[in-house]
């Protein structure tokens, strides 16, 4: 049974769409980037050709060999074995601290494409609309006034009004004080 709940759960998570939609966003976002990078690469390209065709390369060539010679030379074969223990152990760890950012970052992601998909839907105006309802209270409905006012004017206009209609309690409370008054409702 825990199966098919990991099952139902997977199939129904909108976390990966969201990632996949927070993704395509960021990438549109990046695109437009572009071409102002490529400008700048155009704009330095000529300046970086030149220093590397005034670079001499039998000089490029001695540094690379003093720096390895260095590197080399550095080794004691005593300590490899230590180092290589320390080198795995801080492998093991830098890649469970990769694990944790991966995580924390596919969840930022994975918000942003949320928030990207309510926009696509027109869902964040009504997020906004909920919360000014929320905030900002609604205003009390005013009391009825008493229609008797108007129902006089009409009167001495000479039209006539419409037969108002009174809840079922009130006419049967005004037949009763009227049957103990004597008078027909």
């Known amino acids: 049974m825990a199966i098919a709940d990991d099952l139902k759960k997977t199939l129904t998570d909108p976390t990966p769409l969201y990632f996949a ?3 395509a966003d960021l990438a549109v976002q990046q695109a437009k980037k ?3 990078l490529i400008e700048q690469l155009r704009a330095d390209a000529p300046a970086r050709i030149e220093a590397v065709k005034n670079t001499d390369p039998k000089a490029v060539q001695e540094a690379v060999t003093a720096k390895v010679t260095e590197v080399l030379g550095s080794i004691d074969p005593k300590k490899l074995g ?3 223990q320390d080198l795995a152990l801080r492998g093991v760890g830098v890649a469970a601290e990769y694990a944790v950012r991966a995580k924390e970052t596919y969840d930022k992601v994975a918000e942003h494409g949320e928030q990207t998909v309510r926009a696509w839907r027109g869902e964040v105006a009504e997020e906004i609309v909920d ?3 929320a905030v900002e209270p609604e205003p ?3 009391p009825a ?3 008797a006012p108007a129902e ?3 009167e001495s206009a000479g039209e006539e009004k419409p037969a108002a209609k009174k809840p079922a309690a009130r006419r049967t409370a005004a037949k009763k004080a009227a049957a103990e008054t004597g008078e027909e409702a």
């Open 152 to 154: 006089a004017s009409a």
């Open 34 to 36: 572009v071409p102002a």
């Open 82 to 84: 230590e180092t290589a």
């Open 145 to 147: 006034q008493e229609p």
């Open 140 to 142: 009390a409905p005013e």
């Open 21 to 23: 939609a927070g993704t």
């Open 131 to 133: 919360i000014a309802g």
